[in-house]
């Protein structure tokens, strides 16, 4: 099984939305989907499932074109919608039979995912009673509820606090378990940092780099070394041409050249008798990488 | 099918079920029964005025147990209708008639320009015959001058008669009246009229709110992002006819619903020989090809206004922005009722009245009306109905279109050329 994308554009009116984006998923697993909003994200997404259609370009599972007719997909959009008034139930079945499930199976499965997410309770009860965290579950449930193989999930974990996002993140692990390919937007780069095997990063439409992050963040090699030490070793560090990234409460970050560099600053901290506790050279984050390609989304 | 089906099933249950729908139908019902208990009601209240003529001297009649509500001076000071009194007495029981003099004329002129109930008849010598003068607070209050004159014409003619030594028999033949009855040669009559006029305005009304309902339906999904997790399962298609079907299928079984309830308030509540204008009411308009094609112009002219209504709703990505959304479809819609209504039933056998027949958005309306009226031929109806059914199928073409545009489109109101564009 295979997800090609090839060279899709989209414009509107005079804005480039997506320009020539091809990518390629040729195994189980999630790949990550990044940009700052408005960067074509949500519009690639639309326009590989085929509700939007592209100016050029086309995106196939296993050699097929991608339409609703064609491939069962799974979609949580980023902008969550559920009916308020109607019981939780009652709709989930409703979007499982659009899938084309039987009433019965629809049930089924959404018996077992309010179930697996721990939201039984609220199965008669209308969504808009629910809070806000459970409604997002209720999208995942609606997305999820065919047991689609190829799954979109556009900014899964805005919105969530930290006990529905370890929920999401462990249904996000075992979906990954069960072979699924999973498509996951995101301008959260540490969530996706913790997921993704691939990314894409994409800036105002144009794709500024893909590929397999690890090897990403090693052709980018050691830049990056944090020590925590009870002793001010700042001053030291600037002799030694470190450039600090980020003094924090038990450690420090500098930007280093390489291995080199932080061999030698090493050895000096330890002429000088300076007790560590840490001391880890690495690769840079993928934050920093978004940085270095996009530019701060913050400045 | 499926998909359209699922829709249909869902928009219909989650319809029904609020509380619009049920105030609605409670509403209708409630005005079905007051309209089928009013004729009950007024004839509780009415004498029957049909009493025989009786002819006699005034000091032997007894007027009937009526309550007299009205007061009418009568001034006949030469005497010219001997027995004018007693026949306005008989007449109009319900009026009390007060022998006066001409002296007090302008006094009584005062009473009657202060009291709408209060009424002057005045006799006085003409070239041939009396003349009479009806003096009113205006032209809508005080006694009925048509029946007033008929029953002193015949008092006057009955005396005139007597004093000249005719006989009874012959001044009873003189004081009568042929007997009538209208009967019209066209198929169209009383009942068919006005119920086709009911019926004309209802159809504008159920086309307005049932439309009104889909816009709504599908605006809530749009700005709720609802359409976002819809349109990856269903066809943009698939859902607009499904959710159009079901509220045309709602309305459909609200409209019956009520009127068979009407039916049940008409049989029960209406009396036997009710007449309105004096005239029967009866449903022999209603044959069952005229009922059939009334539903189906119902059912086309719904969908055609529904299916426009969608698009509306999917054109805005504020709730708040629907009405003006829909403002162009609902002004198609009330001039087409206007034009129906005016070359039908205002200035019939017309070319307008020929075109509205034939203009998909005027025959829904236009068409009920004259199929219950019965003058209408076989090849109009039928050109009438392909015009409208291709008028909807180009109409579902473009609406699909632009609904699919739309639907994902928020932001600044889609328009139609950059939706068909799309």
């Not at chain 1, 697993?29 to 690639?44: D, E, P, Q, S």
């Not at chain 1, 370009?57 to 959009?77: C, H, Q, V």
């Not at chain 1, 309770?121 to 997305?143: F, H, R, V």
């Not at chain 2, 349109?231 to 607009?240: D, E, G, Q, S, T």
Request: glycine share 6%.
């Amino acid at each position: 099984m295979s997800l090609v994308v090839s060279h899709l554009s989209k414009t509107f009116g005079e804005k480039r939305a997506v320009d020539d984006l091809s990518f390629t998923m040729e195994k189980p697993g999630v790949f990550g989907l990044i940009g700052t909003n408005g960067a074509g994200k949500t519009t690639t997404i639309r326009m590989i499932l085929g509700i939007m259609p592209a100016d050029s370009g086309e995106a196939k599972w296993n050699d097929t074109i991608i339409s609703r007719e064609t491939l069962p997909f799974g979609y949580m959009p980023e902008e969550r919608g559920i009916y308020m008034k109607n019981k939780v139930m009652e709709q989930l079945i409703y979007f499982g039979v659009l899938h084309g499930m039987n009433k019965t199976d629809a049930q089924n499965s959404a018996k077992q995912l309010l179930g697996r997410l721990e939201v039984s309770e609220y199965a008669d009860m209308p969504a808009e009673k629910l809070s806000k965290g459970n409604q997002q579950k209720i999208q995942l449930i609606a997305t999820l509820i065919h047991d689609p193989e190829l799954i979109f999930l556009d900014e899964p974990f805005s919105g969530l606090d930290p006990v529905n996002a370890k929920q999401l993140s462990e249904v996000l692990s075992e979906l990954v378990d069960r072979k699924k390919y999973i498509v996951m937007s995101s301008h959260q780069m540490s969530t996706v940092e913790e997921y993704c095997e691939d990314i894409l990063i994409l800036d105002r439409g144009q794709t500024k780099l893909q590929g397999n992050l690890r090897q990403i963040k090693s052709e980018y090699g050691h830049t990056n070394l944090i020590v925590s030490c009870k002793e001010d070793i700042l001053p030291l560090a600037q002799n030694c041409g470190l450039q600090l990234i980020e003094k924090r409460a038990n450690e420090t970050e500098f930007h280093i050249t390489g291995d080199e560099m932080a061999q030698s600053f090493l050895k000096v901290l330890v002429e000088k008798g300076y007790p560590l506790t840490k001391y880890e050279i690495k690769e840079p984050s993928l934050n920093e990488i978004f940085i270095d390609k996009v530019g701060n989304p913050d400045a | 099918m499926k998909q359209i089906r699922t829709v249909f099933l869902f928009t219909l249950k989650d319809a029904a079920r609020k509380k619009a729908f049920k105030i609605s139908t409670a509403f209708m019902a409630i005005l079905v029964l007051i309209l089928c208990a009013l004729p009950r009601l007024i004839s509780s209240g009415e004498t029957d005025t049909s009493s025989p003529a009786q002819s006699g001297t005034e000091s032997e009649y007894v007027a009937p147990d009526t309550e007299q509500t009205a007061l009418c001076y009568y001034i006949d000071a030469d005497n010219l209708i001997p027995n004018g009194r007693l026949a306005l007495t008989q007449a109009m029981p319900d009026t009390k008639f007060v022998a006066s003099d001409a002296e007090s004329l302008e006094g009584l002129k005062q009473k009657v320009a202060d009291n709408a109930d209060t009424s002057i008849i005045v006799v006085e010598n003409g070239e041939n015959a009396p003349n009479l003068t009806f003096i009113t607070k205006d032209f809508r209050s005080g006694i009925s001058s048509t029946t007033a004159t008929e029953a002193l014409s015949k008092a006057y003619i009955e005396t005139t008669l007597q004093s000249q030594g005719i006989d009874g028999q012959t001044v009873e033949f003189a004081r009568s009246t042929l007997p009538m009855q209208a009967e019209y040669a066209g198929p169209s009559d009383f009942s068919g009229y006005l119920i086709g006029i009911l019926l004309t305005i209802l159809v504008f009304f159920a086309i307005y709110y049932y439309g009104y309902g889909v816009a709504m339906s599908v605006a809530t999904e749009k700005t709720s992002r609802v359409m976002e997790t819809l349109i990856v399962c269903a066809k943009p298609r698939n859902i607009l006819l499904g959710k159009v079907l079901a509220m045309g299928v709602l309305g459909l079984l609200q409209f019956v619903g009520v009127l068979l309830f009407g039916v049940i308030c008409y049989q029960l509540l209406v009396p036997d020989n009710f007449t309105m204008m004096g005239m029967e009411l009866s449903f022999a308009a209603f044959t069952p090809a005229s009922a059939i094609l009334v539903v189906l112009y119902f059912i086309l002219g719904y969908s055609l206004y529904a299916v426009l209504n969608a698009v509306c709703g999917a054109t805005v990505s504020k709730i708040e922005d629907l009405n003006s959304a829909m403002m162009p479809v609902m002004l198609v819609a009330i001039i087409s009722f206007y034009i129906s209504y005016i070359s039908a039933i205002a200035t019939p056998g017309g070319g307008l009245e020929k075109a509205a027949m034939y203009i998909p958005l005027t025959s829904p309306f236009i068409m009920p009306f004259k199929l219950l009226n019965g003058d209408v031929a076989a090849a109009d109806i039928a050109i009438s109905l392909v015009l409208l059914l291709a008028a909807i199928a180009v109409v579902c073409m473009i609406s699909i279109k632009i609904y699919s545009a739309s639907v994902l489109h928020y932001g600044k109101r889609l328009k139609i050329k950059d939706a068909l564009k799309k």
